[in-house]
């Protein structure tokens, strides 16, 4: 071919289907060399003979209509040949073989993946309209049989039960495949897979807030789950640091802000432990009580302020703080309040934050389940020998109330 990759060739003992995959695979990389073509604003010359042409299209035409049936596996993982033009991203093919057999649109291979699932996960747009167009154009000419094959392609799951949204809400690029999915199929709920993802979880874990929003405006009445009982607002308080997702999915359905999972755990809580005053700051705009609620594990009752301290999230701490001034009073299941806790745990930012507090008065004397004041506990890190700046400050802080406390009695 004139100095060009030479084309496969075709010889007597090499099966149709092996012929069809090595011509397609052969001619989706001059597709992918095209695009290096141009340099320095002029063609390359030496490459003419490496494209693709009508004559290599018309060819290929003539051999798929002397063959066998198209919806016979090509590759040992039993993807026919319009998923690998699908994988390749080869519309041209795709149009020929979706006009050849428009029943291979549906064939399965070895995972249970549709050609839709193929295109949609390497994110070729093109070929997923060609496929949903080619399976409409089949509803429109069985009518009277009640059509069905788009509804059957969008909602098909593979043997992960992930659909072609799911698949699509991974790649963070297949914001377009995404709404094209979503629009032409608004009434289904989108179930969750063998993992319990639904899309709409996926995205949002994954902070892809623009699918976030696909979704929701697109989609009649998506289903919102994940793992472990969570839901979509779960996953967008704990993953990332973006916000966006959190306010579409409390404008959509305000009442998941109180929903627990398996844990007891509301997305506030989440939010304390890994998201960031950000987040908590955008849950607490929706509505403040959810600073009182409690986790609900069993003998490990706690509450966002107390999540906070225990992660070191002085930031957090200001934020539930300012927002619900009195939530310091609040104990959790072992009677501690957050400065039983600080000092617990050694924590010398958090101590010195609560002691500058108006309000460490009322927390020193407390005593937490077992009968110990925070002192008790400051006299336990002395017995092991814990010093530094931190118990200096705490003692002379201690010392300074206690007199004062004495004084005002």
């Not at 291979?109 to 193929?118: A, K, V």
């Not at 701490?317 to 957050?338: A, F, H, R, T």
């Not at 814990?386 to 009695?409: F, K, R, S, Y």
Request: include cysteine.
């Amino acid at each position: 071919m004139g100095g060009g990759e030479e084309k496969p060739e075709l010889v007597p003992q090499i099966s149709w289907s092996s012929r069809l995959f090595s011509w397609i695979t052969w001619s989706s990389g001059l597709d992918t060399k095209l695009s290096k073509k141009k340099i320095g604003g002029k063609e390359n010359e030496d490459n003419h003979d490496d494209v693709l042409n009508h004559d290599d299209v018309l060819n290929l035409t003539q051999y798929i209509n002397d063959q066998q049936p198209l919806e016979l596996p090509l590759t040992s993982n039993k993807n026919t040949v319009l998923h690998v033009a699908a994988q390749f991203g080869n519309q041209k093919y795709v149009e020929i073989i979706l006009e050849k057999s428009p029943s291979s649109s549906l064939c399965l291979n070895i995972d249970g993946e549709t050609p839709l699932h193929i295109a949609v996960r390497e994110g070729h747009l093109d070929i997923v309209k060609a496929l949903i167009e080619c399976a409409k154009r089949l509803d429109r000419e069985e009518v009277e049989s009640g059509g069905g094959a788009a509804k059957e392609m969008l909602r098909a799951p593979n043997k992960d039960n992930d659909t072609a949204l799911h698949m699509a809400v991974r790649n963070p690029l297949n914001i377009d495949v995404v709404t094209w999915l979503t629009k032409e199929d608004p009434e289904f709920t989108h179930p969750p897979n063998n993992a319990k993802e639904t899309p709409l979880y996926l995205a949002a874990e994954r902070q892809h807030y623009d699918m976030v929003s696909a979704i929701l405006e697109n989609c009649t009445s998506p289903g919102y789950g994940g793992p472990n009982g969570q839901t979509a607002l779960h996953a967008a308080a704990t993953n990332g640091r973006n916000t966006e997702s959190i306010e579409l999915l409390l404008e959509w359905k305000p009442d998941l802000i109180k929903e627990v999972d398996e844990y007891g755990w509301i997305p506030l809580h989440y939010a304390a432990c890994y998201g960031g005053k950000d987040k908590v700051k955008k849950i607490l705009k929706k509505d403040k009580s959810v600073t009182y609620i409690t986790t609900e594990e069993e003998g490990d009752e706690k509450t966002a302020l107390h999540i906070a301290v225990t992660y070191e999230s002085v930031r957090v701490m200001e934020e539930l703080l300012s927002e619900c001034p009195d939530c310091w009073e609040m104990v959790n299941s072992k009677g501690q309040n957050i400065l039983h806790i600080a000092v617990d745990m050694e924590l010398e930012e958090v101590t010195k934050f609560i002691l500058e507090k108006s309000w460490i008065i009322h927390l020193i004397n407390q005593k937490d389940s077992d009968g110990n004041t925070p002192l008790h506990l400051l006299a336990t890190a002395f017995g092991r020998q814990i010093q530094g700046p931190l118990v200096e400050d705490l003692v002379t802080t201690l010392v300074a109330i206690c007199m004062l406390q004495t004084i005002t009695t």
